[in-house]
């Protein structure tokens, strides 16, 4: 009589779970690592975008200021920046609490710029005053968006059209 030996040994069935386990480990690291990447390029991206579309507003606005005259209470930097535009409409933009606003509105968050808004002569030289109409030809934005380890830096010069 032959004896029917087709199973397996428990040495067979212990080295097949420590092979499986090997590759399952490594395989998750692989996705970890896409997994981590994805995240971080979303938070990088969301960081990007809120900040570019906050930085294209404000500029888009600032070139509607209706005269120098009108940009309220410069200091030379500020985290405030008020001024009417040319249909007489009151607008102000202000970073606070790493906020930035407008009015009452948020155009984004994780703004760490204490003081994003400077202000120019025609000469490129730092000034606070509208005496004169050309005291105030450019106004630079500087910001600073961080999310988590993502910062991200805009700047941008804006000579308001009316001047």
């Not at 990447?37 to 606005?61: F, K, N, T």
């Not at 910001?143 to 991200?152: C, K, R």
């Amino acid at each position: 009589m032959k004896q029917n030996n087709a199973g397996f040994t428990l040495i067979e069935i212990v080295i097949t779970i420590v092979l499986v386990t090997i590759l399952a480990g490594i395989a998750a690291l692989i996705i970890l690592q896409g997994v981590k990447a994805y995240s971080d390029e979303q938070s990088r991206s969301d960081v990007h975008y809120q900040a570019r579309l906050a930085m294209e507003r404000m500029a888009r606005e600032i070139r509607h200021v209706r005269s120098c005259a009108d940009i309220t209470g410069p200091v030379n930097p500020s985290n405030t920046l008020s001024f009417t535009d040319i249909t007489g409409t009151a607008v102000a933009f202000s970073v606070s609490g790493g906020n930035l606003s407008r009015g009452v509105d948020i155009l984004a968050t994780g703004i760490t710029s204490a003081q994003p808004f400077r202000f120019f002569d025609r000469s490129g030289n730092a000034t606070v005053s509208c005496i004169a109409p050309n005291d105030i030809w450019f106004v630079d934005i500087s910001l600073t968006a961080e999310q988590g380890a993502e910062s991200l830096v805009l700047n941008s010069r804006v000579h308001p059209r009316n001047f």
